[in-house]
Every structure is written in structure tokens, then in C-alpha cells.
Nanobody
Framework: QVQLVESGGGLVQPGGSLRLSCAGA????????MGWFRQAPGKEREFVAT????????YYGDSVKGRFAISRDNAASTVNLQMNSLKPEDTAVYYC???????????????WGQGTQVTVSS
């Protein structure tokens, strides 16, 4: 069993930055691929970014490439999402997820966090 707890959401102006963190707890949390998804009101949950269990391989959704960066600290069992050049369309609830294998779609996630709200508005 893996428990995921997100933090770092909030309100930010367009063009600003925000950093999300996800703490993973559980005996095998460090062995999982971890990633971020987001869901805006009235829309389906979409893939944002993922990092493999070694931290050496990352993958991003097209809408965030070049603006977001994902990283993990296995010693602390955390994964972070640095979000720069934020746009109003980035507004959503952001969810941390973990998977024993590849993690690039909602169907591949084995565990989910409770979500944290990110609002980009002036």
C-alpha cells in the first residue's frame, strides 16, 4: 500500500511560478513511477508529467513541455513539480499518482493522492 499526500497548491498570477510536492509513504513507495495529473472543472483528468523510480527518466504532456519540471528525491520519498510561466488554462486540481510500471495515463495509476487546487488568475 502507498499513501500519497500533495502540498503546495494555491493562487498565482499568470506568468508566475508554483511548486507542488507529493510525499509518498509505504514500504515500497520508492520503487514506483510517480507523476502528476490534473483535472479542470467539466474536463477529464489529464496527464501532466511522470518520472520513473530511478529519477532518471521523465516525460511530459504537450501542454506543459518547457514550462514544468518534475523531479524526485527517493531519500525523502517525495516527487516535486516545478511549474513556471503559468497560464489561466493551467487552473485545475492537481493529483499525485504512483504506478509500479509506466505512468502516462490515468488507467496506469495504482495509487492517487487527494489532490491540491492550483488557480492561475489575476
Amino acid at each position: 500500500q502507498v499513501q500519497l499526500v500533495e502540498s503546495g497548491g494555491g493562487l498565482v498570477q499568470p506568468g508566475g511560478s508554483l511548486r507542488l510536492s507529493c510525499a509518498g509513504a509505504g514500504r515500497t513507495a520508492r520503487a514506483y513511477s510517480m507523476g502528476w495529473f490534473r483535472q479542470a472543472p467539466g474536463k477529464e483528468r489529464e496527464f501532466v508529467a511522470t518520472v520513473d523510480w530511478t529519477g532518471g527518466s521523465t516525460y511530459y504532456g504537450d501542454s506543459v513541455k518547457g514550462r514544468f519540471a518534475i523531479s524526485r528525491d527517493n531519500a525523502a520519498s517525495t516527487v516535486n513539480l516545478q511549474m513556471n510561466s503559468l497560464k489561466p488554462e493551467d487552473t485545475a486540481v492537481y493529483y499525485c499518482a504512483a504506478a509500479i510500471g509506466s505512468l502516462r495515463s490515468t488507467g496506469q495509476a495504482d495509487y492517487w493522492g487527494q489532490g491540491t487546487q492550483v488557480t492561475v488568475s489575476s
